[in-house]
């Protein structure tokens, strides 16, 4: 039976909640290299709840060397809004900080890796997801247009660097089947342990709306299913209506249904609180979304000739041996490119732009 916790916290005394998170799902942590994945939506202040608040990740970076952990990697790949921007999309939401060190940049190395061939054959995932021992996904509470609710099958989204998520949206053309894009991604790699910051939560048309609300909650599970189980039950909605929970739960990767699910803590819907359309309509109808989304998906890298030095760094790291050097200037096979965006974050000269 899958355990999920229910913990009070605020962002004052949330190591306190981190603590008794670790006392009940104990972790060998020491000698383990550990990645940390907040939700890093894109550039913004941390009032806005937009992305997980440093206090929580700054909290449990410091579990995690507490616990003595070997290495410690703390990255995202941000959302449509913020590609090529790993750094200064940090820094603004103040997670940077909260990283102590431990930030790495994890758009700049990927590998590619076997998806579902309806919608792409191929995709390219952070080398550091793939290689760390230990992932502990820190998911947003938050509604999402889309998928109703953004918790921790949606938070693992971000292993794929760059344009591929634009890319994902618009191969899967409909909300059931970006449900199961989002569930295929999951699957990649499962995180081992997931802790959710619904300290402050969003309601309303997330996942950057701006009606917040103030839960006062950390959460925590080792099971992605049965802790979005718990997300949307508090939203007030069954989360057997939920396609990604129905596609998860058939996969084997758990059960949403609450019976099968061992509550410690109080479970109550929280009171008239705002859902998206549960249709994915909220999105799909969106046009200026939909505008963005598509001219996302056309985005190339291009050298810069005065800046390039013709080094071939690029060349070297681009996981779909989409570039090639001419004339001593890397040129981009645009149909092999998946616009990971790894050769831009790799350049030493800053010379690749996306055009
Ligand atoms: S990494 Fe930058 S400088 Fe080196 S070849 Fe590529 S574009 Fe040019
Ligand atoms: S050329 Fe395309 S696929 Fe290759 S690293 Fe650059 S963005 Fe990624």
């Known amino acids: 039976m899958s355990k999920v916790l229910i913990h009070p916290a605020t962002y004052d005394n949330v190591h306190e909640a981190i603590d008794r998170v670790f006392e009940l799902f104990p972790m060998r942590v020491k000698g383990k290299e550990v990645l940390l994945k907040p939700n890093v939506l894109r550039a913004s202040s941390a009032q806005e709840s937009i992305v997980t608040h440093p206090a929580v990740l700054r909290a449990v970076v410091e579990k995690m060397e507490a616990m003595g952990a070997t290495s410690i990697v703390v990255g995202d790949n941000p959302g449509l809004f913020s590609y090529g921007a ?25 590998r590619k890796v076997d998806f579902n061939t309806k919608f792409m054959p191929t995709v390219s995932v952070s080398s550091a997801v793939l290689d760390a021992d230990i992932v502990i996904s820190l998911p947003k509470f938050k509604t999402h247009g889309l998928t109703v609710l953004t918790g921790a ?11 591929q998520k634009a890319m994902l949206h618009k191969a899967a053309g409909s909300p059931e089947r970006f449900h199961e894009v989002v569930v295929d991604v999951f699957r990649l790699r499962v995180p081992d342990f997931f802790i959710v910051d ?37 939203m007030g909605c069954d989360p057997g209506r939920l396609r990604f929970l129905q596609k998860a739960k058939e996969a084997g990767l758990g059960d949403y249904d609450l019976n099968s699910i061992e509550v410690i803590g109080e479970l109550k819907p929280l009171p008239d609180f705002k859902l998206p359309p549960l249709g994915g309509e909220a999105i799909l109808r969106n046009e200026a979304m939909q505008s963005i989304i598509h001219d996302r998906t056309l985005l190339r890298p291009g050298a810069d000739p005065v800046k390039c030095t013709g080094c071939g760094t690029c060349i070297d790291h681009c996981p779909m041996s989409a570039l090639s050097l001419i004339e001593n200037i890397p040129q981009v096979d645009a149909a092999r490119c998946i616009a990971c965006f790894c050769c831009q974050e790799m350049c030493p000269e800053q010379a690749i732009a996306l055009r």
């Open 86 to 110: 790993n750094e200064e999309t940090f820094t603004k939401t103040g997670l940077m900080q909260a990283a102590k060190g431990h930030y790495k940049n994890i758009g700049d190395d990927s």
């Open 153 to 163: 099958i949606k938070n693992s989204y971000g292993i794929l660097p760059g344009a």
């Open 198 to 234: 619904a300290v402050v939560g969003m309601e309303g048309n997330g996942p950057a709306s701006p009606d917040l609300r103030n839960i006062g909650l950390i959460l925590a599970s080792d099971n992605a299913v049965a802790i979005d189980a718990v997300i949307a039950t508090m």
